[in-house]
């Protein structure tokens, strides 16, 4: 874990958390895929004591929680936006023009084109990442789970403005 935070959840978070912790209980390893992704959905993120509840709940060593927390990138151990701009930026969406889309995405979140990082009223987190497998939709993003592309620069308002 590399976040001292802790979730701040609602009483709706809260007991959806309660409910898929029930749904779980006993499951073992090889139900932690499945299990993070929903906590994740729930919660956003997951924090210390949620891996330590996912690894007491599963019946499993609280490391492998961490270890898969640490080695998927799709699982955030520090707060995130609400929503998730994943932008990607290998060979095909680079000769595609992704430099633009990048830096257009960056100037209205108001974070750094060259790391990403979350808009100052943590609505959204724009990462860049290595290929996301739609190369033919270059310049190609995901927007939370869902795909997107090509996407234009001059699209960017738009996209953001829809997103509740
Ligand atoms: S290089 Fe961008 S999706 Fe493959």
Not at 22 to 42: C, D, K, N, T
Not at 88 to 112: F, K, M, T, W
Request: aromatic share 4%; glycine share 8%.
């Amino acid at each position: 874990m590399t976040s001292d935070q802790t979730l701040a959840l609602e009483p709706d978070q809260e007991r959806a958390l309660q409910t898929l912790m029930r749904r779980y209980r006993g499951r073992g390893q090889s139900a932690l895929l499945p299990m993070l992704h929903e906590v994740q959905a729930i919660t956003g993120w997951v924090d210390e004591p949620t891996a330590r509840a996912v690894a007491h709940t599963l019946g499993i060593p609280e490391i492998e929680v961490h270890n898969v927390l640490t080695f998927y990138t799709l699982f955030y151990t520090e707060p995130v936006g609400k929503r998730v701009i994943r932008v990607c930026n290998d060979i095909a969406c680079v000769l595609a023009g992704n430099g633009e889309l990048i830096q257009r995405l960056a100037e209205e979140l108001g974070v750094d084109p060259e790391t990403g990082g979350t808009s100052a009223d943590s609505r959204f987190t724009l990462e860049l990442h290595p290929c996301l497998g739609h190369c033919e939709r270059a310049p190609f993003l995901m927007l939370d789970e869902e795909p997107m592309g090509p996407v234009a620069p001059d699209q960017v308002p738009d996209l953001l403005g829809g997103v509740s």
